[in-house]
Each structure stands twice: as structure tokens, then as C-alpha cells.
């Protein structure tokens, strides 16, 4: 009987040496599970407040490329009616001949996790694989971007320069009529309608078109994955 007690004694100790080694093995793991989600929440809304920020800018730009595409397609009208006689244009739309903005919409978070390979670790794939896509995407747009500002500053400009309408353009661009600046800023310009301006501004136009259909494009994709993450954090 005493044996018996003994190997009872024995089992019983062992059982509960297992038990809390399994239960410290338990409590470890949900402990690293919860920092893991802990991480995951900082970054989704960290990606979510860059984006959020990215969304309101984005909105200005499109508003602003609006802007500036009606008064190249008002300039080019304006050219077509006068050919060949020179006529007198304003300083804003010489102004929107060289304009060109770019969508900087911040990702550095993203771009973090990518590189980390902690984007991998989200459980949530309709989510994982829009984040992992919205690089390439944006990268679409801005190389368009990036183009329209190559021909802005090294045609578009030298062109004008030629034209002695340089001077007016970069005057009237916005942001610079409130500049304090003692030398007059001219509102007006005499412009000599050519084909070659006209194609210039053709150019133009369609840089302009392009961002045009695109950046409602890359914003709708950006307002589904803000969608995406408040749902996964609300969980």
C-alpha cells in the first residue's frame, strides 16, 4: 500500500511538473501573440493616419490639376481661333503651361513592414495583398508624374523662354502672385499662335488627362484599404 502511495505520489508530482511547464508554454505563447497584435494595431494605424493624410492631399491635387487642364484647353481654343494673328493672353493660363504636381502619398510604414516581412503575418489576406499591390500602383502614377515634370522643366519651359513668355509663366504660377516683390509682375502677354505651341500644349493637356484618370482611380483604392483596416481593427 505504501508503494502504491508512492507511485501515486510520484505521478501526481510529475503530472503537475507537466502541466506547468504546458501552462508556461501557454502563457508564453499568448503573451507573445498579444505584443504581436500589439504591433500589428501600431502599424495598420499608422498606415491608416499616412494614408488618411495622403487621401485629403490627394483631393487638392486633383482639384488643382483640374484648375490648370481647363486653362490649357481655354489657351489652346484661344490659339486655334486666333491663328495667325497674335493676340493678348493672361499671365494664369501661361501660368498652368508649366505646372505639374505629384501625389506624395506617404507609405514609409508600409514600405517598413515589406522590408521587415511582418506584412507576411497578417492573418487578414484581402487586406495583406491591397497593401502589398499599393506600391506598384503608386509607383504607376508617379513615373506618369515624374514624366510630365521632365517635359515641364525641359521643353515646355526652354519653349516659352524662346517665346519671351518664360518670365510671365513662372510669375503667375500660383503661389508667387503673394510673393512681396518690388519687380511688377506681368498679368498679360502677347502669344503668337503655332502649330508647334499648339502641340506643345497638346502635350501638356494630355499629362494633365492622364492624372486626371488616374489619381480617382489610385484614391478609391486607397479609400477601400482605409475601409479594410478599420474593420480589421475593430475586431
Known amino acids: 500500500m505504501k508503494k502504491r502511495t508512492k507511485f501515486q505520489n510520484i505521478i501526481i508530482q510529475g503530472s503537475t511538473i507537466i502541466f506547468s511547464i504546458l501552462l508556461a508554454f501557454s502563457i508564453d505563447a499568448w503573451w507573445d501573440q498579444r505584443n504581436q497584435n500589439l504591433i500589428e494595431t501600431e502599424q495598420l494605424e499608422s498606415i491608416k493616419s499616412e494614408l488618411e493624410l495622403g487621401l485629403s492631399n490627394l483631393d487638392n491635387i486633383l482639384e488643382q490639376v483640374d484648375f490648370h487642364s481647363?486653362?490649357?484647353d481655354s489657351l489652346i481654343i484661344l490659339m486655334r481661333n486666333s491663328i495667325p494673328s497674335s493676340f493678348k493672353v493672361s499671365g494664369t493660363l501661361l501660368g498652368s503651361t508649366i505646372m505639374w504636381r505629384t501625389s506624395d502619398v506617404s507609405i514609409s510604414t508600409l514600405n517598413s513592414m515589406m522590408a521587415s516581412g511582418t506584412l507576411n503575418q497578417l492573418t487578414n489576406e484581402e487586406l495583406r495583398v491591397k497593401l502589398a499591390n499599393l506600391p506598384a500602383i503608386q509607383?504607376?502614377?508617379?513615373?506618369?508624374?515624374?514624366?510630365?515634370?521632365?517635359?515641364s522643366e525641359n521643353h515646355m519651359v526652354p519653349f516659352l523662354a524662346r517665346m519671351g513668355l518664360a518670365g510671365t509663366a513662372y510669375s503667375?504660377?500660383?503661389g508667387f502672385k503673394n510673393f512681396a516683390s518690388r519687380t511688377p509682375i506681368p498679368?498679360?502677354?502677347?502669344v503668337t499662335p503655332t502649330e508647334e505651341f499648339i502641340g506643345m500644349l497638346t502635350?501638356?493637356?494630355?499629362?494633365?488627362w492622364y492624372t486626371q484618370s488616374q489619381l480617382p482611380v489610385?484614391?478609391?483604392?486607397?479609400?477601400?484599404?482605409?475601409k479594410l483596416i478599420d474593420m480589421e481593427l475593430e475586431k
Not at 489610385?218 to 482605409?226: C, K, P, T
Open 70 to 72: 481647363n486653362n490649357i
Open 139 to 151: 509607383m504607376d502614377l508617379t513615373e506618369d508624374e515624374l514624366m510630365a515634370k521632365e517635359f
Open 172 to 174: 503667375n504660377r500660383p
Open 187 to 190: 498679368d498679360f502677354a502677347h
Open 203 to 208: 502635350v501638356r493637356r494630355v499629362h494633365f
Open 218 to 226: 489610385f484614391r478609391n483604392y486607397i479609400q477601400e484599404l482605409i
